[in-house]
Nanobody, 115 residues
Framework: VQLQASGGGRVQPGESLRLSCAASGSMSGISFMAWYRQTPGKQRELVASITASGSTNYADSVKGRFTISRDNAKNTMYLQMNSLKPEDTAVYYC??????????WGQGTQVTVSS
């Protein structure tokens, strides 16, 4: 499985971005998908996740502002980010967990929120 993250950029506080994570390869046995983010000097943190059954979970810091979703037909996962804040600035990574277990990371996409 290969993951390609895209959609990052530089926006002002209060604006929105949508990240995409396009997957290629065998999707069989993918049980968990997530977005993580990381800033320099800090550990990578879980932002949002979605299971194969569609259950979602969010970090408290993004609840009510971010929405994770997936399009199985396109093998793509999304993160809709609204009301962005400067503290959302980070490199965002997509992550897939496959039965085995095997885990996969995307290459990261930079999100910068600044006025």
């Amino acid at each position: 499985v290969q993951l390609q993250a895209s959609g990052g950029g530089r926006v002002q506080p209060g604006e929105s971005l949508r990240l995409s994570c396009a997957a290629s390869g065998s999707m069989s046995g993918i049980s968990f998908m997530a977005w993580y983010r990381q800033t320099p000097g800090k550990q990578r943190e879980l932002v949002a996740s979605i299971t194969a059954s569609g259950s979602t979970n969010y970090a408290d810091s993004v609840k009510g502002r971010f929405t994770i979703s997936r399009d199985n037909a396109k093998n793509t996962m999304y993160l809709q980010m609204n009301s962005l804040k400067p503290e959302d600035t980070a490199v965002y990574y997509c992550y897939y967990l496959q039965w085995g277990p095997r885990s996969y990371w995307g290459q990261g996409t930079q999100v910068t929120v600044s006025s």
